[in-house]
């Protein structure tokens, strides 16, 4: 997959659902609205608990939204298996 480097600064007024590649092949879905900020706190430890156990090994997706609830409720149909199903097909090109 490919790991994004251009991580959108937050202090913008948008959303953003974020996918993030870890280290056990595992993809963790979240959102927020500083992306950068975030990001960084899945990094360093500070982010959910899931990517204390399971380190990012990079941001490999996200979209951008301008309302909170459209992003959650993006984060939440990634969550599901039809979304699990629709970002296996977005991302497998990425895969090699």
């Known amino acids: 997959m490919n790991i994004i480097q251009n991580i959108p600064q937050g202090e913008n007024g948008k959303w953003y659902v974020y996918i993030i590649l870890c280290n056990n092949g595992s993809l963790y879905k979240g959102f927020t609205d500083d992306l950068e900020r975030r990001y960084y706190q899945h990094l360093t430890g500070a982010g959910a608990k899931y990517t204390k156990q399971h380190k990012p090994i990079g941001l490999v997706y996200f979209e ?33």
């Open 64 to 96: 951008e939204y301008d309302k909170k609830e459209d992003a959650a409720a993006r984060e939440k149909y990634f969550k599901s298996g039809t979304g699990r199903e629709w970002l296996k097909n977005k991302l497998v090109g990425d895969i090699q």
